[in-house]
């Protein structure tokens, strides 16, 4: 993975020269100390820089349109996705997006359809990009919203159902996109998640979270493939003759985790295979044959399938296999 850099200007600096940072993109963050404008020629075209944050003192001239830091505030942060990304300390920003796309299928019952997701802000508002239509969590707020699944990992149980997106907090987020839903509620494409008056935290605060069988890792900055590293599947994965859509099995050492995803880690956990499915990443309980009418009828909580998909009103449940309940596995035989 290439070589990333922080580099300070001097307080004696008064002006930098047209094109003096052109095509450096692997700088991650610029302390712009001195009376020197952040100019635009200085720098060039946005695109070049990726995530690059420019801190500038109180009261600088600022003509570039890259994400500059006056004093302790910024008026725009975009963040790109894929491009490595590193901020040092807090800062308000006025306003701030990410835009990812979504386009893995998934499918009533079964794992699939799964992403990877961290971001250094809370998140209060998530849409869809070429149209503005709103997008909630499953199990969130009410209204006339799209909904998707999100889920975080809790250290004694495993993935749980999620309502919001917090400040360095890595979550698997999965879009309903599948013919067997109604194609209205159908999301595919880019997502665009933002908030406004927010405080950007540093990217040394992302949070690791101990499960019992591999840690859940945020990566700012990307994470190169290792044997202890396991990535969602980008395509198809065939484990112990068993067909995964995409997103559906976490794989040893399969590719690099980019900026902004999180990946299980087995250091510490002792995992031999080559892969973790959802169900072992989770704690199963069986259910009994007392409890399983009401616990078909949701009459004691929500019920979800492996992949997090809500069941309502015991939609699906005629079938055999694990669902989740109350943060729990149970197994239906």
């Not at 008064?14 to 052109?22: L, N």
Request: aromatic share 12%.
């Amino acid at each position: 993975m290439p070589q990333l850099e922080e580099i300070s200007l001097p307080t004696s600096t008064v002006g930098v020269e047209a094109g003096a940072f052109a095509n450096l993109s692997n700088l991650l963050v610029i302390e712009w100390n001195g009376t020197a404008p952040v100019s635009a020629e200085a720098f060039g075209s946005v695109d070049t820089y990726g995530n690059l944050l420019v801190f500038a003192p109180e009261g600088t001239d600022v003509t570039f349109a890259g994400n500059v830091i006056v004093g302790n505030t910024a008026q725009s942060i975009t963040l790109r996705d894929g491009a490595p990304f590193r901020n040092p300390r807090p800062f308000q920003a006025e306003y701030i997006s990410f835009t990812k796309s979504f386009v893995k299928s998934t499918a009533p019952g079964v794992a699939g359809g799964w992403e990877t997701i961290v971001l250094p802000f809370d998140v209060k508002r998530i849409e869809r990009t070429e149209d503005h239509t709103q997008l909630k969590p499953f199990g969130g707020e009410a209204g006339p919203y799209l909904y998707f699944w999100l889920a975080q990992m809790d250290p004694q149980i495993g993935f749980v159902s999620a309502d919001s997106i917090r400040a360095n907090v890595p979550y698997i987020i999965s879009m309903p996109n599948s013919d067997y839903y109604t194609p209205t509620f159908n999301i595919s494409g880019d997502i665009t998640f933002s908030a406004e008056q927010v405080t950007v935290r540093p990217t040394t605060e992302a949070q690791r979270v101990e499960g019992s069988v591999a840690t859940f890792v945020p990566s700012y900055e990307g994470q190169a493939a290792a044997q202890d590293v396991f990535v969602l599947n980008n395509d198809s994965y065939n484990a112990a003759n068993v067909d995964y859509l995409p997103g559906a099995i976490f794989v040893r050492s399969s590719r690099d985790a980019n900026p902004f995803e999180a990946f299980l880690s087995s250091e510490g956990h002792g995992v031999k295979g080559q892969f973790i499915t959802f169900a072992e990443a989770n704690a199963i309980m069986a259910v009994t044959s007392d409890q399983l009418m009401n616990w078909r009828t949701n009459a004691n909580g929500p019920v979800y399938d492996l992949s997090g998909r809500r069941m309502v009103n015991g939609q699906c449940l005629m079938f055999n296999g694990v669902y989740i309940q109350n943060g729990k596995k149970i197994v239906v035989r």
